[in-house]
């Protein structure tokens, strides 16, 4: 029990960026977590997509404690084992030959467009400009605000940094149209989380893809959502048949130790000694905690068991939308799933779930999202289910 108003303090103190929920959770365990009360609460957020295994898994609890005892940081000018261990494991796991560790997705996905820019100045006549799609979001610096096609984030911050050219989404045609003589890269989420939960159609991908061969330019593929098992596979361009040749990754992969990275294959991969760098990236405790996370998830085929559990999640959501007027429909694939309502009620619901002991997440003014932990079982999903159908049949 606590005596103190987190909320009041967090008024006082914080900069006022988010729409917090009013819930302060102390503790987690599995796919719970509890608030200051001693409430219990089944977690379909997952700290937004980013708690893999759930919350304190063993595993990684105990590869924390080890590392931590072991050895927690030193600098990149050094060597050291955790780190290469990692880039080991998720290059045997992935169409990617290197790796650059970053702290966040941002970051790498900024550190990708840099070794974009790099590869342009190299092989592309100084081309630098990165096409981007409309309602991606690729993170919060000034960069990744311009590549992230979204109005509400870019007007705020004007003049932001040159080199984006932003496009409609799922329109290989405005690609085409958009790419002249200075574009170096497409950068694009295979299935775009924040902007609501949205998959695009079947042949685009392959088709940006072959475009992105015919003209010479690099694909990065943004997978900070996406990756690490959340779409039922390791990774979501293996549902695609494309390979990228920059692959962005964080929220997932250390399950809640933050780290990001960005994967290049070999021709791509051409920053010399000295082009970019980190202090905190790729240290040993981060990299301890992701190889835990990461390897868990590949020696448990944990993807193969998200593929399952989310096609009946999505089921269920389906069924919702056959039963209930207020559902309209329901997307995503793996556990990264939306239900869109019929009207702006998502904030009213998200609450109305927070008193029924289950967090999900207000994506959209009439869309919620689902990023439970991707060790979530039939039972939890049948339990959200619920929750969601008593709501919505009141709503
Ligand atoms: C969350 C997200 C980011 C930004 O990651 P941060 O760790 O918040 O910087 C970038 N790209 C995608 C696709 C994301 O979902």
């Given at each position: 029990m606590s005596q103190t108003n987190w909320h009041e303090v967090e008024a006082t103190l914080y900069l006022t960026t988010f729409r917090r929920i009013p819930l302060t959770i102390v503790r987690g365990e599995g796919m719970r977590v509890w608030d200051d009360h001693g409430k219990e609460y089944l977690d379909f957020v997952g700290g937004w997509a980013v708690n893999a295994l759930g919350h304190c898994h063993p595993v990684l609890v105990e590869a924390i404690e080890r590392q931590a005892r072991t050895l927690i940081h030193?600098?990149?000018?050094?060597?050291?084992?955790?780190?290469?261990?990692?880039?080991?494991?998720?290059?045997?796991?992935?169409?990617?030959?290197?790796?650059?560790?970053?702290?966040?997705?941002?970051?790498?996905?900024?550190?990708?467009?840099?070794?974009?820019r790099r590869y342009g100045k190299l092989h592309l006549d100084g081309a630098y400009e990165v096409i981007t799609v409309g309602d991606s979001f690729h993170g919060r610096t000034l960069a990744m605000t311009a590549a992230t096609a979204q109005q509400k984030y870019?007007?705020?911050?004007?003049?932001?940094?040159?080199?984006?050219?932003?496009?409609?989404?799922?329109d290989v045609q405005a690609i085409r149209d958009a790419t002249g003589p200075n574009t170096c890269a497409v950068m694009l989420e295979p299935l775009q989380g924040e902007a609501g939960v949205r998959i695009p159609a079947?042949?685009?991908?392959?088709q940006v893809r072959q475009w992105c061969d015919e003209k010479g330019i690099l694909l990065i593929l943004d997978e900070v959502q996406t990756g690490i098992g959340r779409t039922g596979t390791l990774f979501a361009y293996e549902q695609a048949n494309i390979e990228p040749d920059i692959l962005v990754l964080a929220k997932g992969l250390a399950s809640g130790v933050p780290i990001g990275a960005f994967l290049a294959r070999e021709r791509a991969s051409v920053f010399q000694p000295g082009d970019h760098g980190s202090t905190f990236g790729g240290n040993?405790?981060?990299?301890?905690?992701?190889?835990?996370?990461?390897?868990?998830?590949?020696?448990?085929?944990?993807p193969a068991h998200v593929a399952r559990v989310g096609a009946r999640f999505l089921d269920k959501l389906n069924g919702l939308v056959q039963?209930?007027?207020?559902?309209?429909?329901?997307?995503?694939?793996?556990?990264l799933l939306a239900l869109v309502l019929e009207r702006d009620i998502a904030q009213d619901v998200t609450l109305e779930c927070l008193n029924h002991g289950l967090l999900v997440n207000r994506v959209r003014p009439n869309a919620i999202r689902f990023m439970p932990p991707l060790i979530a079982t039939d039972e939890d999903i049948d339990e959200a289910i619920n929750i969601l159908r008593t709501i919505l049949a009141s709503a």
């Open positions: 030193t600098s990149n000018q050094f060597y050291t084992i955790p780190q290469l261990e990692l880039a080991a494991l998720l290059v045997n796991n992935s169409c990617m030959d290197r790796v650059f560790f970053a702290n966040s997705g941002v970051e790498s996905a900024e550190g990708a467009v840099k070794l974009a870019q007007e705020l911050y004007s003049p932001l940094p040159p080199g984006f050219v932003n496009v409609e989404w799922n079947a042949d685009y991908l392959p040993p405790l981060a990299c301890a905690a992701a190889y835990a996370v990461v390897n868990y998830i590949v020696e448990n085929n944990i039963e209930l007027p207020m559902a309209s429909a329901a997307r995503g694939r793996g556990l």
